[in-house]
């Protein structure tokens, strides 16, 4: 079994920081890539940021500049760092974990960007 924590989730103003972690355990032999995804009401799922094992990243357009991937390995942990958020940021950030044979997902955590 796996199991991915996330935290770090909140309100904010517009222009203000959040740090989202998410905590990966139990069965992990070898991790290809973590990272968020993101999904504001009414609209699909979309991808904010991932981290493959190598530590290449990619970003969403909309986040370039302003949000930050990192991942500790040791701790089998990714985080991401949101700089100058917006109101358009608001959405539930889901954490997800790609061992390759298949992807695990987390449980979801609310940012709220108030104007």
């Known amino acids: 079994q796996v199991q991915l924590v996330e935290s770090g989730g909140g309100l904010v103003q517009a222009g203000g920081s959040l740090r989202l972690s998410c905590a990966a355990s139990?069965?992990?032999?070898?991790?290809?890539?973590m990272g968020w995804y993101r999904q504001a009401p009414g609209k699909q799922r979309d991808l904010v940021a991932r981290?493959?094992?190598?530590?290449?990243?990619n970003y969403a357009d909309s986040v370039k500049g302003r949000f930050t991937i990192s991942r500790d390995n040791a701790k089998n942990t990714v985080y991401l760092q949101m700089k100058s958020l917006k109101p358009e940021d608001t959405a539930v950030y889901y954490c997800?974990?790609?061992?390759?044979?298949?992807?695990?997902w987390g449980q979801g955590t609310q940012v709220t960007v108030s104007s």
């Open positions: 997800f974990l790609d061992l390759g044979v298949r992807d695990y």
């Open positions: 139990g069965s992990i032999f070898s991790i290809n890539a």
């Open positions: 981290i493959t094992r190598g530590g290449s990243t």
